[in-house]
Structure formats: structure tokens, C-alpha cells
């Protein structure tokens, strides 16, 4: 069956850092644009940043561009997400994604909080 697993959201301090992971499992996530999607209260979910595993190509938001860094590893299929110099307004949902063609796939997302 497949499925996404995020983990490693938490609670953080403005300025500090954390690593989100998901982790695939019934597909392989070369074979896919995988991805980070967040969804902060009151606002609609938004596209944080995205990798095509088959050239590396990525993808940032204006607004984590130089803070955050997608990576993935094909050989443990997993997808990671590193946040750096983080911001109360990153607080947000964060959930991993992956699309093929017509196919679409979320994780159940891992909770960000940035404090002030």
C-alpha cells in the first residue's frame, strides 16, 4: 500500500532549526516530484519546496529561499526537509507529497511551531 510518513516536527525557538522527514514506502520516490507542502492556521495550504529525484532539479518559496533545504535519498526512500533560521510564520503543517502524472500522494503532515 502506498504511503507518506512525516515525523520530526516540534517545537522550536525563533532563529533555531529542524529537520522534517518522510518516509515512502509502496512506490519509490525516484520515479516521482516529491515534495513539502505547509498549511499555517487561517491560510490555505502552500507549496514550500520540491525535488525531481531523477536530475535533482528543486524548487523553493520565495520566502524559505537560502533557509531551508530539500534532499532526498533513493537508496532509503525517504525525503527530508532542512529548516534553518526559522521564523514564527513558519508555523504550519508541514506535509510531504509526491506526484506522478495523474498520481497523488500525502503524508498526514508533522507539526512546525516557531516561537518568538
Known amino acids: 500500500e502506498v504511503q507518506l510518513q512525516a515525523s520530526g516536527g516540534g517545537l522550536v525557538q525563533a532563529g533555531g532549526s529542524l529537520r522534517v522527514s518522510c518516509a515512502a514506502s509502496?512506490?519509490?520516490?525516484?520515479?516521482?516530484?516529491i515534495g513539502w507542502f505547509r498549511q499555517a492556521p487561517g491560510k490555505e495550504r502552500e507549496g514550500v519546496s520540491c525535488?525531481?529525484?531523477?536530475?535533482?532539479?528543486?524548487w523553493y518559496a520565495n520566502s524559505v529561499k537560502g533557509r531551508f533545504t530539500i534532499s532526498s535519498d533513493d537508496r532509503k526512500n525517504t525525503l527530508e526537509l532542512q529548516m534553518n533560521s526559522l521564523r514564527p510564520e513558519d508555523t504550519a503543517v508541514y506535509y510531504c507529497?509526491?506526484?506522478?502524472?495523474?498520481?497523488?500522494?500525502w503524508g498526514q503532515g508533522t507539526q512546525v511551531t516557531v516561537s518568538s
Open positions: 507529497h509526491a506526484q506522478r502524472g495523474r498520481l497523488s500522494y
Open positions: 509502496g512506490f519509490t520516490f525516484e520515479d516521482y516530484s
Open positions: 525535488i525531481s529525484p531523477s536530475d535533482g532539479d528543486t
